[in-house]
């Protein structure tokens, strides 16, 4: 029984649950929002407003976390708050209430993402297995994605996720207080950005277009492709079900140096979205969000690793976060855009090009 109840186990469970509770309204949403207006504009917002908020609530929770040297009150906090304003989702029956909804989500979430992902690093005594606990984000993403499938619901997904929310919050009770470096003065988040700039400017772009490509492509998938929820669902676990294999073989056999993990992800990514805009059917979708989840766990492992060896830890893993929610605002605007104007496979290539960009950038980033 201890064995089960480790440091380590009790923070890949907790990521787990953390991860599984966002999940389960990540592949819905986008028909949700639909539901409550016909506008892919007004769906596009809907969508970014999460992404939004959680720009700021990471950047801001992730440069206090590291000021007070408390990773687990943030932690915990996330959980509990979390878990409340997701269940409220259920009450969100027009498109403003859902928008201000998930602007809340994207609060809660950021309160513990930064803090998360810096204990992880912490709590584990062998650097190079942090991988494989952090693999377990992947795997609470295949749950989530499972159980939306399951309940085929767009309403009752809210209260299961609360109900992530709140069983990871059980378990992180558990959790050990760590002691972290207090970590005062001003001007640190600026220096971090100036010093990483490259990375985070490459990320910035290659997730502008993947996050274009997730707001429509469940619609595409039902609505032009006559795929049933499940199935949706079933095409998004080759996503999790990729990237938390590949994240837990980080941890022990593919030994690569974080920055060319860094690069290796950007550039796989390219082949994605062109394959994407030549599928036809749902089912052939499949291999090429297997393709993003290998892509995926390849730049955020290199990534985030190789940001909390060389700088402030939840500064910078906050930073990180923020990054990707920055495009995850400018995302689904674009999409909205140019699917109007220009139909859905003109996102695909948009999100390919801009990869592309943003692979070429990353090429300039030292190891």
Do not use: C
Request: zero cysteines; charged letters at 10%.
């Amino acid at each position: 029984m201890t064995q089960v109840f480790t440091t380590s186990n009790l923070v890949r469970t907790s990521t787990f649950f953390q991860n599984a509770g966002v999940s389960i309204t990540f592949v819905f949403l986008p028909i949700i929002a639909k539901n409550t207006s016909q506008s892919f504009f007004e769906i596009g917002l809907i969508i970014a407003a999460f992404s939004l908020a959680q720009i700021l609530s990471s950047m801001f929770f992730g440069r206090v976390s590291d000021k007070k040297g408390n990773r687990l009150f943030f932690i915990q906090a996330g959980f509990v708050v979390s878990s409340i304003v997701f269940a409220l989702h259920y009450f969100a029956d027009n498109s403003l209430l859902l928008f201000l909804a998930r602007i809340s989500a994207g609060i809660a979430t950021g309160i513990m993402i930064p803090a998360m992902l810096a204990y992880s690093y912490e709590s584990s005594t062998e650097k190079t297995k942090v991988a494989s606990v952090i693999s377990f984000q992947a795997l609470g993403w295949l749950a989530g994605i499972i159980a939306a499938g399951i309940s085929n619901d767009e309403k009752i997904i809210f209260l299961v996720s609360a109900g992530f929310f709140a069983v990871g919050f059980l378990f992180s009770l558990k959790l050990p207080k760590i002691s972290s470096e207090k970590l005062e003065g001003s001007g640190l988040t600026k220096q971090v950005i100036v010093k990483n700039k490259t990375l985070f400017f490459s990320l910035l772009l290659r997730h502008t277009g993947a996050t274009a490509v997730w707001a429509i492509l469940p619609i595409v998938l039902t609505e032009s492709m006559g795929a049933r929820l499940y199935e949706v669902s079933i095409v998004y676990i080759a996503n999790t079900l990729t990237s938390f294999v590949i994240m837990t073989m980080m941890g022990t056999r593919l030994r690569i140096n974080n920055v060319t993990k860094f690069k290796i992800g950007l550039g796989l990514t390219i082949f994605v979205f062109i394959g994407l805009a030549l599928v036809k059917e749902w089912w052939m979708a499949f291999p090429f969000m297997a393709l993003v989840g290998l892509s995926w766990a390849f730049l955020y492992i290199g990534g985030n690793v190789h940001l909390m060896e060389n700088n402030p830890k939840s500064t910078s893993t906050g930073i990180f976060s923020s990054t990707v929610s920055i495009a995850s605002v400018i995302g689904p605007l674009v999409a909205g855009a140019i699917a109007s104007y220009f139909g859905f496979a003109s996102v695909m290539y948009f999100a390919a090009a801009i990869s592309f960009s943003a692979f070429l950038i990353s090429l300039a980033i030292k190891k």
